[in-house]
């Protein structure tokens, strides 16, 4: 069996964030505030699988049919979306992601239906296209889709990636992704081919613990994992909720080596969720303005290291 059958095909990850820049060799997309996954499509078939390869379809029935809209067997990699006014909205997206009840799932597909958004095709009618250059797995995608509310494709500038970082930052989008036009897919792998330009920085990180700051204020405790070990790495208040706090399951002992000073009436929690901070770049090791964003269900806490 192939690559299609096996569902063996790997997301190719972003190795780092640098300044804005202009080159001929790159083209530049805007970073899409949403959830990667990648889609294997046939004829009556979609299965969206996130970076675990965990199936996603569930959460989003109502990208069950988009197979409509693509014109032979392949494997797809993008993002899904849920826009509020015309601009991605994360929260929105992450509420899905946490929906088991069927009900609630389909009441939210009606109210806040999700997009797919494509910007790489790893495989096409029988072919492997991880080895050809980004702009020719690029012109395979345009003959591949045709777009309509739930699936659209990426959109790219080439040479100019200065004026779309500040357009980006100018309407609060989250960045852009910058990637050398002759790249070929490294499937799993960091790859100096592709980098972000960033308005905020995000970073995941270990829940550890909350506190109980106010009747509706939380902070959440921060932690990272070095080998085995869960290091303190500070607490986020803004962005948490009673909502936030209830996904969460105490325990009676501190999961660090090291207590921090300044926890004394946390309450602990056991130390299997991950959650994405996004905050302001600062050249000190500590999180500026930091914000919660989410919960994520695609990286094992051992996974977050320090």
């Given at each position: 069996?192939?690559?299609?059958e096996?569902?063996a095909?790997?997301?190719?990850?972003?190795?780092?964030?640098?300044?804005a820049?202009?080159s001929?060799?790159?083209?530049y997309?805007?970073?899409?505030?949403?959830f990667r996954?990648l889609?294997?499509?046939?004829?009556?078939?979609?299965?969206?699988?996130?970076?675990?390869?965990?199936?996603m379809?569930?959460?989003?029935?109502?990208?069950q049919?988009?197979y409509?809209?693509?014109?032979?067997k392949?494997?797809?990699?993008?993002?899904?979306?849920?826009?509020?006014?015309?601009?991605?909205?994360?929260?929105?997206?992450?509420?899905?992601?946490?929906?088991?009840?069927?009900f609630?799932i389909?009441?939210?597909?009606?109210?806040?239906p999700?997009?797919?958004?494509?910007f790489d095709?790893?495989?096409?009618?029988?072919?492997?296209?991880i080895?050809?250059?980004l702009?020719?797995?690029?012109?395979?995608?345009?003959?591949?889709?045709?777009?309509?509310?739930?699936?659209?494709?990426?959109?790219?500038?080439?040479?100019?990636g200065?004026a779309?970082?500040?357009?980006?930052?100018?309407?609060?989008?989250?960045?852009?992704?910058?990637?050398?036009k002759?790249?070929?897919?490294?499937?799993?792998k960091r790859?100096?081919?592709?980098?972000?330009?960033?308005?905020?920085t995000?970073?995941d990180f270990?829940?550890?613990?909350?506190i109980?700051?106010?009747?509706h204020?939380?902070?959440i405790?921060?932690?990272?994992?070095?080998?085995?070990?869960?290091?303190y790495?500070?607490?986020v208040?803004?962005?948490?909720?009673?909502?936030?706090?209830?996904h969460?399951?105490?325990i009676?002992e501190?999961?660090?080596?090291i207590l921090?000073?300044?926890?004394?009436?946390?309450?602990?929690?056991?130390?299997?969720?991950?959650?994405?901070v996004?905050?302001m770049?600062?050249t000190?090791?500590?999180l500026?303005?930091?914000?919660?964003?989410?919960?994520?269900?695609?990286v094992l806490?051992?996974?977050?290291?320090?």
């Amino acid at each position: 069996m192939g690559m299609f059958e096996m569902r063996a095909a790997s997301p190719m990850l972003i190795f780092e964030q640098q300044e804005a820049f202009d080159s001929p060799n790159w083209i530049y997309e805007l970073k899409m505030d949403g959830f990667r996954c990648l889609s294997y499509i046939d004829k009556n078939l979609v299965d969206l699988r996130n970076k675990r390869n965990l199936r996603m379809l569930s959460k989003f029935p109502e990208l069950q049919k988009i197979y409509h809209n693509v014109q032979q067997k392949c494997i797809l990699d993008g993002e899904i979306v849920v826009l509020r006014d015309g601009v991605p909205d994360f929260y929105l997206l992450q509420k899905r992601t946490l929906l088991t009840d069927r009900f609630k799932i389909e009441l939210e597909a009606a109210r806040h239906p999700a997009s797919y958004v494509v910007f790489d095709c790893l495989y096409r009618a029988n072919q492997d296209l991880i080895w050809e250059p980004l702009m020719q797995r690029k012109n395979e995608l345009s003959q591949l889709i045709t777009e309509s509310p739930r699936i659209a494709l990426s959109r790219y500038v080439e040479g100019t990636g200065i004026a779309l970082y500040h357009a980006a930052e100018s309407r609060k989008l989250e960045g852009v992704v910058a990637k050398q036009k002759e790249s070929i897919y490294y499937m799993g792998k960091r790859s100096k081919e592709w980098i972000k330009f960033k308005r905020m920085t995000d970073e995941d990180f270990v829940v550890a613990g909350y506190i109980q700051k106010s009747l509706h204020t939380y902070s959440i405790v921060l932690g990272k994992y070095r080998r085995s070990t869960l290091i303190y790495k500070g607490q986020v208040t803004a962005g948490v909720t009673k909502e936030v706090i209830a996904h969460l399951n105490p325990i009676k002992e501190n999961p660090f080596c090291i207590l921090p000073t300044g926890n004394e009436v946390t309450i602990w929690v056991k130390p299997n969720h991950v959650c994405i901070v996004q905050y302001m770049p600062n050249t000190k090791n500590s999180l500026r303005q930091p914000v919660f964003k989410g919960f994520r269900n695609d990286v094992l806490a051992m996974e977050v290291q320090s």
